[in-house]
């Protein structure tokens, strides 16, 4: 095969170049695109991996998945072009993967050949070819035998069907006729079945047969072709339906049946089981007739796995038949269906029955026919959709007929259900839709039972009751913005803003329904002002929102009336609502707002006829678009305007042009108006002067008008009176020649300050301008009659000439002086008038003629006569003419001409005028929409208000197309009629008319009080404020202004806002009262409203009193509970505090909170600032109303661990905020600050270090130091810092407390030094803890501060943690308040040489901690003392003549005995410096400490002063290394008593089985040569596991005495048995202080049974092996398993730093124990030699190792005092100790206590009377003062009696078990010596018997001493034992004396 190619495969990678490759290959690419594999896969699992690898990068593409055997099949050429490999064959496959995967991995680089494996595959793929044949064959032999059988079970259906057909034709009841059926063309139409989904088919095959109307006795048959499969599944089809052959009907099980008798319907679906047969146990005929037939079903289902064989006997009469055989076979899991017949005769009860029988049973089926019932189907209940309140709701069920005869019905149902309909007639089999209502009027949930009666009419004896169930919600709808959130305010007004005349504006809002029911709602608007037609309109009047749906509502604004203010209510109005929601809809209608510019035209001077044009500027400034006409006739006029007419739009200006053309040398001047719609006309003065050749007259200039309008304006007098003008008057003229406003003038002297009213006198110059004014009009000075003339009455003839029509019009001259009048009118004008001058004398008048000669015939005319008049003498200047016009309209039609057709439009057609007491003025626009001109004259007879209502102009010519502006002058009635008045304009001189209805009511303005007209405030709290809303809404159609009055003495009390403003029509106003009692009393007041029309001056006013009602009480707060407690706070987190604040006043309050702390116990070190905010409320100022609570919530938070305590007090505010009482206390808060910490409550040793005491382990890991600092108060860093649970994203701050956690020292390969603590979580929060190790508190440090380079002790710490040297167990958890949890530290002493680790110990917001990690790994062959370097003696008295020993300990760590020896020059050194005092003395200085064990060195203080001695002491170790300790003295004046602190283990470690109840005992200070007993028990706390135990009892050094015993020292305890220990401390001669350290060891029982097992196992191989051999067989010798006795010798290893790769741990029993996880890991990648190693070890066999005991530490601390150092120290405490005063105690005189036989070997009745005297013996004990004392008062009296030889025998309160295990004699040199003890003493039987020759003299105390000692020790046994209750009442035992004078008179009788 060619050398593979990776960078040829890289480039063009493909499937055949994988298949090709080899494992070394596809290990290559593996590796160089980064996949994870591993050299010991196998080739075909190579493959896969770098397959999918290369998919999944894109480089190949996906195909279907395959097998591995198949992609080597594929990756292979093959030789020929074989077929492909069936799918069909896994175990092909299988067979090639498994063959494939038993080659070793180490052989797998060698494949095997092509030709092989190929001929291997075809073999596969032949023997697939034919299975899969095999298995075709069989599935087309199957489905033929399918089809056949099918088509054959189709056709008998059909034979059958027609046999059912045939019966039922001769039946006497018979169904409708139908019509053929044929089943197969059923069977098409039929949907697949499935039996996962046969509840879906049953629905889907109802929906199709109900459709296809195919008949219901059919269904089950169609149903049973269908199934496939299953067939035994017809007999539930047959049962779902009850079949009828002959004429029965269908019946719903599922329904509720009311009928007579003793049978229900449903009983008949129970089913029985008899032979295995499941059927029904009866079948009943319930619904018959007479002389016909019914059939029912039968079906028998085999439900056992074995064919049934029945012998069937038939029914015994006539009346049941069916037609079946008589012995029948059923198949398991078949079904067998039996059609039976009932045919009755007559009307009666039938009882028959059908027997089933086998070989060894027989069953019978019950047959009953029932005498027929009315029976109706009703279901039981009827659930009605949710509804709202006063809503209706509705559902549907139906009744049926269950009969074939008639039946009534009739319902009872009580509200709020109803049904419908109530009664009716059902006939045979019919069914009858009820409709039940559902309309609640209350929110709950109701339950009816509808009861329904049926049967005979009139009797209707029979019910039946149906379960009615609704629940009903309150509806609640909300008005919100369109696209609002849910939370947001609810939508109360509309506000359209300003909507041009004629406009309108559209704006949306929804209708939301946030209820969970439907809701039906109409939407309308409130009634508003008569006479106003609303001006909105809303798209939405009612409507259904569903739960949580939503309605969009648009609202239109169409103003109409210009300058008015709309104001209306939409009301959403839906049942079953607290309150109806209100829109307030408003909007104001402005009109256009037009100016011009500028105002005066001056043509100048213009030649006689010429022509001058100048431009004006229209401008609108309103968003309404402006229609303008001016009010000029262009033809007739030597001024024109163009254009006359049209419009401006918005915000706009057009130019128009001006045109005059003079035709008499005068002087001309006219005021034209420009009427707009909608608004106020403006006027434009236009000026011009003409001369001819002959005549040139004054130039009239913008001047001369200024001065005679100011003239004017100050004096109300005539233009042509004599009175002196101004003089002086200075006019200025800017660019355009307009005059600016004088100085001292009137400022806009030109325009009208009434313009809509003098636009009449304008028009007909009736009126002097000049002196025209809106307060005081003067006059007219010329009079025109008439203004309007018509020449349009009447048809012309054709005989009469155009010329002869004339009319006339007279003008009159009131001024005192000569007037000149001069007419002007167009050539081709067909009006004229004559004369066309004339000179008129004061106080006289003349008529003119004005004639019509129209020019054109059968047309319209029309035009304004112009006419200018002038003074004659003017004496005071040139004074401006005055000019007015004559309307004139006529038309030409000849007699039988039509005249034209009008087409225009009024818009509007009404006006409305306002209620107001003056003149008012509105504009109309009649527009011409024809091509034809227009005129219209007002018809005086439709005119019925001309006194007070006039038109201008009241007739008019209107060119095609245009329009003529009209305004409308009216003075409003109070007679005016409410329908007002309909005004007729005659168009075209015809028939022709158009209406307009003008509406006006002079009436009063109208306020109305909403909220009626007394005002009632709730009692009010003195000095406070109340307030209540009252509502005023404007009923008149006219704006008002509104004012309140309240009289000066009330004002005290009372204010309203808003006081005053304006109301518009229909407008409601909220005005909110303020009611301030100022004394507990009743208050009554009346404040008035005035208001009147906005229009008017005020002067006229109407008013409305409001009766103010309302009480002043005495408010006061207070709370419930006088104290809260909040209890602990975490330190710096905040706790929420809910206080309740109670308002029992009948006010409502407004009150004011202040906090003051009255206490905290502080410590002085805590920062200030954070008191501030410890204790904040969140809202100090707040209100409750009255007979109310309310919450005041307030916060904690502190940052000091301390108690603190608040007082809250509150102070009632008045109306202005201020308080005029002292603040009243409520409540006392008080809190305390705690933060999060653990304490270590327990800690033991094992491994290396189990035999260190508990105080060296405290030391080492210095726990008292690590309580202290987490006791103390974190900083406000550790407190910020966040919880320890991800340690990578989460590092801790810096700790600034270092403490040293040293593991003590060993030799290498020693067992790890493991310790267990006991954490406890002694507050009341949760605490989450993390050790932190080095690569835990990495933090990602930016490149720029990264160098790449590590420090020394860095990479040691990376070597540490990778090595695993240091490990922590659970590393991190959560403790609950209370809990405890026990954490595992380990070093394993794998690597040589002091390895340090600082690691973190961090509480989530409380305390960090950095511990040094600290472990000392020595070599085998070095000794190593490990000792602290500092140490600190017990304060001794100075001049102490016998100062006590104390003790210091050492510690062999290695594995080597170590000599040691202390310097005794230094304290030679310092004995000389204290003047040859040995102020420090060793008493042994030197001596041997074994590997593992502990030295004690005995020490002497004795200090001279008053002073801290420190003496530093080196101690020798084997002359090589030297450890130089610092010890510390104190010396003192008085003696001080030893510490009473006791440590007690009070819930075991993990994995304990012996449990202490104290871990130490203080026997505290005692005399010296005394003796002390303390008790404890000990407890198997293991449930299944027994345990030997053995105590370590250390003697005095120097000696063989014994300072502590224990009883009993060995024994067994089986599982959670307890047994009491007691402990005898004997005081030395010396004073001395104790500090000893008892050891227990404990073995459990089952595996030193299992160890002697395998002992015994290895003792007999090595004898086999001893005496066995094999020679030729090498195979065999090679397994046989090599016997060692001693342990292997390990290879050295390098000191100092840790080696590159780890070193093979030693094979050692000890090593497998504590190492196997250890052992594991590092066996996970290994070489082959490695390996072969390994597998060279498995078979060496050593010798098993004895179990190794757990160790038990028990604490024993004791100081001894001389007996007058006593006697000072605790004189009272004397006499309650032993002391031995005459002998002194030796190594025999701690005589061991004497146990009595235990009380459960006692009979029953000799047991209760030991306890009862045992009970009365120590109630007089303890009774007795003197107990104490006895022992010694004894010892002078005479002895009683002389003693011989006493004996004390020891029993044992736990007897030895006969099952304890025996250890074989041959292991006993095997055995340490602690087991040897412990096995000798569980085999041994016996006692232990020491005889002991007492003192004549001392045996009554001491005797006497025992005896009470013994008896309260034995009394404490029992009581553990439960066999004696201490709490138990005393049984009081009668003397026998009593008890023989009693039974001596029964002797007498």
Not at 357 to 376: G, N, S, T, W
Not at 1658 to 1670: A, D, M, T
Not at 1837 to 1849: E, G, H, L, N, V
Request: net charge negative.
């Amino acid at each position: 095969m060619a050398t593979f190619d990776l960078a040829q495969f890289v480039e063009a990678p493909s499937r055949g170049l994988i298949g090709a490759c080899r494992k070394r290959g596809l290990l290559d690419v593996a590796d160089h695109f980064g996949f994870q594999v591993d050299s010991s896969m196998l080739k075909v699992e190579l493959q896969e991996v770098v397959i999918s690898g290369l998919e999944d990068l894109g480089l190949l593409t996906r195909q279907q998945a395959a097998s591995p055997a198949e992609a080597r099949v594929n990756a292979e050429p093959p030789l020929a072009t074989p077929p492909p490999v069936s799918p069909a064959a896994p175990d092909d496959r299988d067979r090639l993967v498994t063959a494939a995967g038993d080659a070793d991995p180490a052989d797998s680089d060698e494949d095997v050949t092509p030709a092989e494996f190929r001929l291997r595959i075809e073999q596969l793929r032949l023997d697939a070819e034919d299975r899969a044949q095999h298995r075709q064959l069989e599935f087309e032999m199957r489905k033929l035998e399918l089809e056949a059988d099918t088509k054959l079970r189709l056709r008998k259906l059909e034979l059958e069907h027609e046999a059912v057909k045939a019966e039922k034709e001769t039946s006497p009841v018979s169904s409708p006729p139908q019509d053929s059926f044929n089943i197969s063309n059923c069977m098409a139409l039929m949907p697949v079945f499935r039996e996962s989904e046969v509840d879906c088919y049953f629905s889907a095959f109802e929906r199709i047969a109900t459709a296809l109307n195919w008949p219901r006795d059919v269904w089950p048959l169609l149903l049973q072709c269908r199934f496939t499969g299953m067939l035994a599944e017809a007999s539930s089809i047959a049962n779902r339906w009850e079949i009828s052959i002959s004429g029965q009907n269908v019946e719903d099980t599922g329904t509720h049946n009311g009928q007579d008798g003793r049978y229900q319907k449903n009983t008949s679906n129970q089913k029985t089981c008899h032979l295995g047969l499941e059927t029904k146990p009866e079948l009943l005929w319930d619904n018959w007739s007479p002389g016909s037939k019914f059939t029912k079903v039968l079906v028998l289902k085999n439900i056992d796995n074995k064919l049934k064989k029945l012998n069937i006997r038939h029914p015994m009469s006539n009346i049941f038949s069916a037609s079946i055989p008589q012995i029948v076979f059923i198949s398991p899991g078949t079904t067998f269906i039996i059609p039976i017949t009932f045919g009755p005769q007559q009307m009666c009860e039938y009882e028959d029955s059908i027997e089933f029988q086998d070989k060894k049973e027989r069953f019978c089926v019950y047959l009953h026919a029932i005498i027929p019932c009315h029976m109706l189907e009703v279901p039981g209940s009827v659930e009605l959709p949710l509804c709202a309140v006063q809503h209706t709701s509705q559902t549907e069920f139906h009744i049926k007929n269950a009969r074939n005869f008639q039946t009534f019905f009739e319902w009872d149902c009580a509200e709020p259900f109803h049904l419908s309909p109530e009664r009716g007639l059902l006939q045979p089999e019919q069914e009858c839709p009820i409709r039940v209502m559902f309309h609640p009027q209350e929110a709950q949930m109701h339950q009816q039972q509808a009861c329904c009666r049926f049967g005979d009419e009139g009797e209707k004896a029979n019910s039946v009751t149906v379960h009615l169930q609704g629940e009903a919600k309150y509806p609640y709808l909300e008005l919100k913005h369109p696209g609002s959130k849910k939370e947001e305010n609810c939508l109360s007004e509309l506000h359209f803003g300003s909507v041009a005349v004629d406009q309108s504006l559209s704006k949306h809002f929804d209708i939301f329904n946030p209820s969970s029911v439907s809701v039906h709602f109409s939407l309308s608007p409130l009634p508003a002002v008569a006479m106003f037609t609303s001006a909105f309109y809303c798209d939405v009047t009612r409507g259904i929102l569903p739960p949580g749906g939503s309605l969009r509502a648009s609202v239109t604004y169409s103003p109409t009336v210009v300058d008015t203010v709309s104001v209306e209510y939409l009301s959403l109005k839906y049942n079953g609502s607290i309150n109806n929601p209100q829109l307030t809809l408003k909007g104001k209608c402005i009109g256009p707002s037009v100016s011009l510019l500028p105002l005066v035209l001056d043509f100048g001077c213009v030649k006689e006829r010429g022509s001058a044009v100048l431009t004006v500027k229209l401008i609108n400034s309103s968003p309404a678009e402006a229609i303008y006409q001016w009010d000029i006739d262009s033809g007739n006029s030597v001024f024109s305007i163009l254009p006359a007419s049209g419009s401006v739009a918005p915000h706009s200006h057009i130019k128009l042009k001006a045109v005059y053309r003079p035709t008499q040398p005068i002087a001309y001047y006219r005021r034209v108006a420009c009427l707009v719609l909608h608004t106020d006309p403006v006027f434009l003065d236009l000026i011009g002067t003409c001369h001819s050749e002959l005549q040139r007259p004054q130039k009239l200039k913008p001047e001369h008008l200024v001065q005679y309008m100011s003239h004017y304006s100050y004096v109300q007098t005539s233009p042509f009176s004599d009175n002196d003008l101004q003089q002086n008057v200075n006019t200025q003229l800017d660019q355009q020649g307009v005059p600016l406003p004088m100085p001292e003038i009137n400022q806009n002297p030109v325009i009208l300050t009434t313009p809509m009213e003098d636009i009449r006198q304008v028009s007909t110059g009736s009126v002097d301008f000049f002196s025209s004014s809106s307060s005081s009009p003067s006059s007219p000075h010329v009079s025109v009659v008439p203004s309007e003339l018509l020449f349009n009455h009447k048809i012309i003839p054709s005989s009469i000439s155009p010329s002869e029509f004339v009319q006339y019009v007279t003008v009159r001259n009131y001024s005192g002086g000569k007037l000149r009048l001069a007419w002007t009118v167009a050539e081709d004008s067909p009006f004229s008038v004559s004369p066309s001058s004339f000179d008129l004398d004061s106080l006289t008048s003349n008529s003119f003629t004005v004639t019509y000669a129209p020019k054109q015939l059968n047309t319209l005319h029309g035009g304004q006569l112009e006419c200018f008049v002038y003074q004659e003498d003017i004496s005071d200047g040139l004074r401006p003419p005055l000019c007015f016009t004559v309307r004139v309209i006529g038309h030409s039609f000849q007699q039988g001409k039509k005249h034209f057709d009008p087409s225009c439009s009024l818009n509007p057609s009404q006006v409305v005028f306002p209620g107001l007491g003056g003149m008012s003025c509105q504009n109309v626009l009649l527009q011409n929409n024809s091509t034809l001109p227009l005129t219209f004259c007002l018809s005086h007879a439709s005119n019925t208000w001309r006194d007070s209502l006039s038109l201008l102009p009241g007739c008019g010519l209107i060119p095609p197309g245009d329009h003529q502006i009209i305004t409308i002058r009216l003075l409003p009635t109070e007679d005016s009629p409410e329908q007002g008045l309909r005004l007729t304009l005659q168009l075209n001189a015809a028939e022709f008319s158009k209406e307009l209805t003008i509406l006006s009511v002079a009436e009063k303005p109208h306020v109305s009080l909403e909220s009626g007209s007394s005002l009632y405030f709730h009692p009010t709290a003195v000095g406070s404020t109340s307030q209540s809303t009252h509502h005023i809404k404007n009923i008149s159609c006219l704006p008002i202004q509104f004012e309140w009055n309240i009289p000066e003495t009330e004002q005290r009390f009372i204010f309203v806002k808003p006081d005053a403003g304006e109301l518009h029509p229909n407008e409601t106003s909220v005005q909110v009262w303020t009611f301030s009692p100022l004394a507990e009393e009743s208050y009554t007041l009346q404040p008035t409203l005035n208001f009147w029309p906005v229009q008017s001056d005020g002067s006229k006013r109407w008013n409305l009193t409001l009766e103010v009602v309302g009480r002043g009480a005495k408010g006061f707060i207070e709370v419930e509970n006088a104290v809260v407690d909040v209890g602990d706070v975490l330190y710096g987190s905040c706790r929420k505090v809910e206080i309740p604040l109670v308002n029992n006043s009948p006010c409502f309050l407004k009150f004011r909170l202040s906090v003051e702390r009255i206490q905290a116990d502080v410590h002085p070190s805590y920062e200030q600032e954070y008191d501030q905010s410890a204790f904040h409320l969140d809202w100090e100022t707040g209100a409750i109303t009255s007979n109310s609570t309310t919450l005041l919530q307030s916060s904690v938070r502190l940052y000091k661990q301390a108690r603190y305590l608040w007082a809250i007090s509150a102070q009632v505010l008045n109306a202005d905020g201020t308080t005029s009482s002292s603040p009243q206390k409520l409540c006392e808060v008080q809190a305390k600050g705690v933060f999060p910490t653990l304490q270590v409550v327990g800690a033991c040793s094992g491994g290396s270090v189990d035999r260190l005491s508990k105080g060296h382990v405290w030391k080492l890991l210095s726990l008292d130091s690590l309580n202290e600092h987490l006791r103390s108060a974190p900083s406000s860093a550790e407190v910020t810092t966040k919880p320890p649970i991800n340690l990578h994203i989460s590092p801790p701050i810096f700790p600034t407390v270092l403490l040293d956690f040293s593991f003590g020292s060993a030799s290498v390969y020693s067992d790890p030094a493991e310790f267990v603590l006991m954490f406890h979580n002694p507050g009341s929060f949760p605490v989450d803890w993390a050790f932190l190790f080095p690569k835990d508190q990495r933090t990602e440090l930016p490149g720029w501060a990264e160098t790449g380079e590590l420090s020394s002790t860095e990479l040691d710490h990376m070597q540490i943690q990778d090595c695993k040297l240091f490990t922590v167990a659970p590393h991190s958890g959560t403790l609950l308040p209370g809990q405890k949890r026990a954490v595992q530290f380990s070093y394993s002493h794998n690597v040589i040489g002091t390895n340090r680790l600082p690691v973190v110990f961090k509480l989530s917001y409380g305390r960090e901690t950095l511990l040094n990690f600290q472990g000392v790994t020595v070599e085998q062959d070095k000794p190593h003392l490990f000792a602290s370097n500092q140490h600190a003696f017990a304060p001794v008295d100075v001049g102490d003549c016998r100062p006590p020993r104390q003790m210091y300990e050492l510690y062999n760590g290695g594995a080597v005995q170590v000599h040691y020896e202390v310097d005794q020059t230094v304290l030679s050194q310092l004995q000389m410096d204290n003047f040859n005092h040995p102020v420090l003395s060793c008493i042994s200085p030197q001596g041997e400490v074994l590997p593992g064990e502990t030295a004690t060195l005995e020490w002497i203080f004795s200090p001279l002063e008053l002073k801290l001695y420190q003496m530093d002491v080196p101690i020798h170790i084997h002359d090589n290394d030297l450890i130089t300790v610092r010890f510390e003295g104190c010396g003192t004046k008085t003696l001080t008593q030893s510490s009473s602190d006791v440590s007690m283990q009070r819930e075991p470690f993990p994995g304990q089985v012996l449990f202490l109840s104290e871990d130490s005992v203080l026997i505290g200070d005692v005399p010296v040569r005394s003796q002390t007993t303390r008790v404890f028990f000990l407890t198997n706390v293991s449930h299944t596991e027994s345990a030997l135990f053995l105590w370590e009892i250390p003697r005095q050094k120097g000696s063989d005495q014994k300072v502590v015993q224990i009883h009993p020292e060995r024994g067994r305890l089986r599982p959670e048995e307890c047994t009491l220990c007691v402990l005898t401390f004997s005081s030395t001669d010396y004073p001395t202080i104790h500090q000893l350290d008892l050891i227990c060891q404990v073995t459990q029982e089952a595996a030193l049974v299992q160890y002697h097992d395998e002992l015994q196992r290895w003792e007999e191989e090595k004898r086999r092996q001893e005496n066995e051999f094999i020679i030729t067989d090498k195979s065999a010798s090679k397994n046989q398993r090599v016997l060692v006795d001693e342990k292997p010798q390990t290879s050295p290893v390098r000191k100092g730093s840790l080696s590159k790769y780890k070193v093979l741990p030693p094979i050692s029993a000890g090593s497998e124990i504590y190492r196997r996880e250890e052992t594991v890991s590092f066996y996970t990648n290994q070489t082959r030699a490695e390996r072969r190693l390994r597998r060279e070890a498995a078979k060496i066999w050593r010798c098993p190792q004895p179990p190794r005991p757990a160790l038990l530490h028990l604490r024993v601390a004791a100081h001894s005092f001389e007996l007058q150092d006593y006697l000072k120290l605790c004189p009272d405490e004397y006499h309650t100790c032993f002391r031995n005063i005459q002998a002194k105690i030796g190594p025999t005189s701690a005589v061991p206590p004497l146990f009595a036989p235990s009380l459960s070997s006692a009979p029953g009745p000799g047991k209760d009377v030991v306890a009862q005297i045992l009970t009365c013996m120590i109630s007089d004990i303890l009774s007795d003062p003197e107990l104490a004392r006895s022992p010694v008062t004894l010892s002078s009296k005479p002895r009683p009696y002389q003693p011989a030889d006493m004996s004390s025998t020891h029993f044992s309160p736990v007897p030895p078990s006969p099952c304890t295990p025996t250890r074989p004699p041959s292991t006993s040199a095997t055995l340490p010596q602690h087991h040897r003890l412990l096995n000798e003493a569980v085999a041994k039987e016996g006692t232990e018997i020491t005889q002991n020759t007492l003192q004549p003299m001392l045996a009554p105390a001491y005797m006497c001493e025992a005896v009470l000692l013994n008896t309260l020790q034995n009394l404490l046994t029992e009581a553990v034992k439960g066999q004696f209750d201490l709490t138990a009442h005393p049984c009081i035992i009668p003397p026998s004396s009593y008890l023989r004078s009693r039974a001596k008179p029964e002797e007498d009788q």
